[in-house]
């Protein structure tokens, strides 16, 4: 017998399992209970404070997520489905991963135990950096203005706003204007900040300091990446991938010892 969540104080629905029930059932009676998306925000909020209903839905809309729906529409969370949003959540935080590839690292089996990256061994002692971003080709898809507000829940305001702040830039084709994977997760990025009253002109500072980024890495690795030979320009780009990796973990690292400061 199901017992209401608003008996449990915390947002939980207890599933009864007793006697024969559970000894003829194991595989219920390793899953006791249910949560609500309430509890499952705050079993997660130590871990990840900014966690919020809202994000656990959007990840759902973008079928990073299937929770169990009651017939009255209510969605309920295994335990199961709260390590896979635990997960998903430290792939976002701690390897800056579009939900594309993380949608990507899920299908592929990805637990959240970290692994190196094939071919990315550790040499001479120095630590295996797994690359979170990719500067190969995309997948080439492109999404129309309708697609990506629909998807990503922005105002159109927001996006030609991002556009005039030269943010996203998108490409015209037949008098409309798509946007490739990448822009479509910034501006989902965006419209999340937009919420706690970000608009684009405040992102200027997101776009030089990327823009300054690029630009020192790029002379740490214009030599090789100009090569004519193909091994060489290979061995540049999956190190320009590395650094990219690391110097987005040390920026990282930095934010939150100055975000620290401020709620000493």
């Known amino acids: 017998m199901a017992v209401p969540a608003s008996q449990t104080g915390v947002g939980e629905l207890e599933i009864d399992i007793s006697g024969d029930a559970a000894a003829g059932r194991p595989e219920v009676a390793k899953r006791q209970k249910s949560l609500t998306i309430g509890a499952v925000c705050k079993a997660l909020a130590q871990e990840f404070p900014d966690i919020s209903i809202s994000k656990i839905r959007y990840l759902e809309d973008q079928k990073l997520l299937t929770p169990r729906r009651t017939p009255g529409g209510y969605r309920l969370y295994t335990q199961g489905d709260v390590a896979r949003l635990r997960t998903i959540l430290r792939m976002q935080r701690d390897e ?112 030089s300091s990327a823009d300054r980024e690029a630009n020192l890495l790029q002379q740490i690795l214009a030599p090789a990446l100009r090569s004519r030979n193909p091994q060489r320009r290979k061995e540049a780009v999956e190190a320009l991938e590395n650094l990219a990796a690391v110097a987005t973990h040390l920026k990282h690292l930095l934010l939150i010892r100055d975000l620290r400061k401020i709620v000493r």
Do not use: C, H
């Not at 800056?96 to 692994?115: C, K, N, Y």
């Not at 950096?129 to 080439?140: H, I």
């Open 96 to 207: 800056f991963l579009p939900l594309r590839v993380i949608r990507q690292e899920l299908a592929a089996g990805r637990s959240g135990e970290a692994t190196p990256a094939p071919g990315r061994a550790a040499r001479d002692g120095m630590r295996a950096w797994r690359p979170s971003v990719s500067v190969r080709e995309s997948s080439g898809a492109l999404y129309s203005m309708d697609d990506v507000l629909e998807e990503t829940k922005a105002e159109g305001k927001l996006v030609r706003e991002l556009e005039e702040y030269g943010v996203v830039k998108g490409e015209m084709r037949g008098g409309m204007r798509y946007f490739d994977e990448t822009e479509r997760e910034i501006i989902a990025a965006v419209a999340e900040l937009a919420r706690y009253g970000v608009g684009g002109r405040n992102l200027r500072v997101f776009r």
